[in-house]
């Protein structure tokens, strides 16, 4: 997959003809590389796996509800004390993660891969590398205090 992606890279008349070609393959090159939810789980070893979990916040059922506002908090407080008590990293992408929308749309329009998430639908994305047992369990816990927050 390296090879095909230095391909990509060199330089020639269409450079920026296959952005999401390069942005896909280098995402599958990370998720080979970094164990990211692989199909067979290892139990009798203490590997490390990485889990990354989209969940959506239901803004179009509730659109009076800041849920941005619930799950970030003051300064970011909860957000904070969700990741230190869960050990995981938590953040909120989507369209509306931000409070700036024309900001976003310039971004989104920019073309850089680190923005396409402003394309998708508001939603909180869990990050967690720990042994598969304790990966899921920080996992169920995460879940579970977003569920509290993102009831109304």
Known sequence: MRNELSLLDK?????????????????????????????????DIPKPIKITKKILIPTFRYPEVDFVEKIVGHN?????????????????LGRGSTNDRFKEQELLSSGDPQYAHFGGPLHVKLEIL????????????ALETLTKILTP
């Open 130 to 141: 720990a042994p598969v047992h304790i990966a899921y369990q920080r996992i169920a816990g």
């Open 11 to 43: 330089p020639e008349e269409g450079k920026g003809q296959f952005k999401n070609a390069k942005r896909l393959l280098a995402a599958e090159i990370e998720k080979l590389e970094n164990r990211i939810e692989p199909e067979w789980l290892e139990v």
């Open 76 to 92: 970011q407080s909860n957000l904070q004390a969700m990741a230190r008590e869960h050990k995981c990293h938590i953040c909120v």
